[in-house]
């Protein structure tokens, strides 16, 4: 059974620019989160998507934005990039309709350096 | 206030010992409770869950839930070095709403 797949693995931007982040959740979870985990914020949580419809927020700027489609992959999105949103930015997908009755599967995330 | 609080540590425990962490949250309403591990350039793994009060076993690991104190606690019992990283816990609130600890560095010495 596949796991939760990111891409790309790693990634450098300029201050500025955008960036789009892919993550698909193992197959049957409809549930899609993405956080951002730095060293001195730890895991902080972005936004959910389930069946194609952003469920939650965190307090995040709308420079991050996010969607998801039918086939429950989704992506999400960093405009004018800052170089404080250098991170490891980890999508989780569940099987439950919420966050995660039953916990979270992580992918193995996309390392952003913003230069 | 944070929602999920964790001593940052590190905490140095003898291999072969008992590892005991720690994880206090706010809402009183939370259903769901989780510890994951996280080992240093790789992403959390789901290690246990514990959802009403009292101890869950799995191996080596115990999760204790105390809904009245609103604490959560992970034991793991025969520390082995491969135990060491980052254990945070994560909180279910209102069945939608997930808020993580910051961690805890667990270092088993050999």
């Known amino acids: 059974k596949a796991g939760v797949t990111q891409t790309p693995r790693y990634l450098i931007k300029t201050r500025g620019q955008q960036v789009t982040l892919s993550c698909s959740p193992i197959?049957?979870?409809?549930?899609v989160s993405w956080y951002q985990q730095t060293p001195g914020q730890g895991l902080q949580f972005l936004f959910e998507?389930?069946?194609?419809?952003?469920?939650n927020k965190g307090n995040f700027p709308g420079r991050f934005s996010g969607r998801q489609f039918s086939n429950s992959r989704s992506e999400m999105n960093v405009s004018t990039l800052e170089l404080g949103d250098s991170a490891l930015y980890l999508c989780?997908?569940?099987?439950?309709?919420?966050?995660?009755?039953?916990?979270?599967?992580f992918g193995s995330g996309t390392r952003l350096t913003v230069v | 206030q944070k929602e999920v609080e964790q001593n940052s540590g590190p905490l140095s425990v003898p291999e072969g010992a008992i590892a005991s962490l720690n994880c206090t949250y706010s809402?009183?309403?939370?259903?769901?409770f989780f510890w994951y591990r996280q080992y240093s350039g790789k992403s959390p793994e789901l290690i246990m869950s514990?959802?009403?009060?009292g101890d869950k076993e799995d191996g080596r690991f115990t999760a204790q839930l105390n809904k009245a104190s609103q604490y959560v606690s992970l034991l793991i019992r025969d520390s082995q070095p491969s135990d060491s990283a980052t254990y945070l816990c994560?909180?279910?609130?209102?069945?939608?709403?997930?808020?993580f600890g910051s961690g805890t560095k667990l270092n088993v010495k050999p």
């Open positions: 998507y389930f069946s194609e419809t952003q469920r």
């Open positions: 197959s049957g979870h409809r549930s």
């Open positions: 809402d009183r309403g939370s259903q769901s």
């Open positions: 989780a997908s569940s099987t439950d309709s919420g966050t995660g009755g039953l916990g979270y599967t």
């Open positions: 994560a909180v279910l609130y209102n069945f939608n709403k997930f808020y």
């Open positions: 514990i959802y009403s009060n």
